[in-house]
């Protein structure tokens, strides 16, 4: 569906049935990282919304709004495989009309990681999602891990803004060479690809030395940014250490702590992530 209205009536003639809402919000280029985000959807919900937005807002001057991929009929196939109901496919126009002068931000969380270098981004992030909850009126919605910063925006503006949603973040899909499962994977080069897995690496490297007992976030963080250094083609965004909650920067590992990274290959950015220091 592109209609707000019509997708509000569908999902009011489920509830209606008896069915609970649940909400997968993507950019389409479906692959199975999404997939995993609508299979626990599904047992879990008896009515799956897969919104399909690739949200102009987020993407910055010199980003890769125009490049990025847009299959909707491989979407729109492997979505029925997986037995969505419904596919929220508006254009930019309906999602933004104009005169549109209402924003979300979630103003401290939206600072550092990502925030640091992709300036508006989060506000865009917030304000879309919002957007599509308003028009889903979800009781679940599913982000995935990999994506942590906007997993803790997201948290942090629903319940901020009391908004009566569940929200489920989900483990990190990788391919078996590690590297976390992305919709931009596919601007890399063969070189890249191979490459790419360093940063899985740093950061899996950096967990076991937290799990040996290694407590100084500044020495771990050193060891990951002279690993993504050394290797060929590979440019360092950042690479942090932050309280998992409130994504501040934390000296020694104590509670929850999320080590992320962002690291360019050409002008393609890839990021990554673990939690380390809690249950």
């Not at 929220?88 to 600072?111: F, I, N, R, S």
């Not at 920067?249 to 360019?264: E, K, S």
């Amino acid at each position: 569906m592109t209609s707000i209205e019509a997708t509000r009536e569908a999902v009011a003639a489920a509830r209606k049935a008896g069915l609970t809402v649940g909400l997968v919000p993507t950019m389409g280029a479906l692959h199975d990282g999404h997939l995993s985000l609508i299979r626990a959807a599904r047992p879990e919900t008896g009515f799956v919304v897969v919104s399909i937005f690739v949200n102009p807002t987020q993407f910055g001057p010199k980003e890769d709004l125009s490049r990025y991929p847009r299959p909707f009929a491989e979407d729109v196939a492997r979505c029925a495989e997986e037995k969505v109901d419904l596919i929220l496919h508006p254009d930019p126009a309906t999602m933004y009309p104009p005169g549109l002068q209402t924003y979300v931000e979630v103003t401290e969380l939206q600072k550092g990681l990502c925030g640091a270098t992709r300036p508006g981004h989060f506000r865009a992030v917030a304000t879309v999602v919002l957007k599509l909850f308003n028009i889903v009126q979800p009781d679940i919605a599913y982000f995935g891990q990999k994506d942590a910063q906007q997993a803790r925006v997201i948290e942090q503006m629903v319940s901020d803004l009391n908004v009566p949603v569940t929200i489920r973040v989900c483990p990190i899909v990788r391919a078996p060479d590690g590297l976390a499962l992305s919709s931009r994977n596919q601007y890399l080069d063969p070189d890249q690809r191979r490459r790419a897995t360093v940063l899985h690496e740093a950061l899996a490297e950096a967990a076991r030395a937290v799990a040996a007992g290694e407590r100084d976030a500044e020495k771990l963080l050193r060891r990951m940014r002279e690993r993504i250094t050394a290797t060929a083609g590979a440019r360092l965004d950042y690479a942090v250490a932050v309280d998992a909650a409130s994504l501040r920067p934390v000296p020694t590992v104590q509670g929850p702590t999320l080590f992320a990274m962002a690291v360019f290959f050409g002008t393609t950015r890839l990021i990554d992530n673990v939690v380390v220091g809690g249950e």
